[in-house]
């Protein structure tokens, strides 16, 4: 079944607008999801507490081992702190941007604000249900994820163990948003929802079917 059409979801009393969501109020609104009683928020905020222990334990030795001498394991972590902040933010968005184009999007649309570090995806005008969000939504998870573990196997006895397992903790901080979003349609027990983005006002909209 495909999805319904914008001017559906508009103008059809079949459906409801439940959100209305300015690209530059993200970091609030996700701010605001994970204060509720949410399944999805309540697994990622523990996967989140297990990522800011790892990274502070990698800096920390680091710190220590660099006191005694060994100033390498610190150098390749602080490394894979910039290479988080710089180069793996476009990284991380171009995934949403290919898994957008995995949903039958025609043309990915990049934006930021860069005061508030909110960076994100678009399709100007592309509906989605709720399984094509969430593949957007965790594809930059899942991929980084996988390849930062095969880099700590694969240089489990060398120094850039540091460097992977430290990005893979950085990188969890940048998914906090992709849930938040997500979270949207894992509450109140709805699966019948769907959202899109308009480019021109900067806003996204989320809807569901009523009386579901």
Not at 116 to 143: G, S
Request: contains cysteine; positive net charge.
């Amino acid at each position: 079944m495909s999805n319904p059409s914008i001017e559906e979801l508009q103008n059809n009393d079949e459906y409801e607008l439940i959100v209305e969501l300015h690209h530059s109020q993200i970091k609030e609104f996700v701010i605001s999801r994970f204060t509720e009683n949410n399944l999805l928020i309540k697994i990622f905020m523990y996967y989140q507490v297990i990522m800011v222990l790892l990274g502070i334990f990698i800096l920390t030795r680091g710190i220590v081992l660099s006191y005694r001498g060994i100033s390498e394991p610190l150098f390749y972590s602080l490394g894979a702190l910039a290479f988080s902040f710089t180069i793996l933010v476009p990284i991380h968005e171009l995934l949403h941007g290919i898994s957008i184009k995995l949903t039958g999007a025609k043309k990915v649309h990049y934006g930021a604000y860069l005061r508030k570090f909110i960076f994100y995806a678009e399709a100007d005008r592309h509906v989605m249900n709720r399984k094509q969000f969430a593949l957007v939504a965790l594809t930059p998870l899942i991929i980084i994820k996988v390849v930062t573990l095969v880099g700590i196997i694969v240089f489990w006895h060398s120094v850039w163990i540091y460097f992977f397992g430290m990005v893979m903790a950085v990188h969890s901080l940048f998914c906090a948003g992709d849930i938040g979003l997500l979270s949207v349609f894992y509450a109140d027990g709805y699966a019948d929802r769907f959202t899109f983005d308009i480019k021109a006002e900067r806003k996204s909209y989320y809807y569901q079917r009523k009386n579901t």
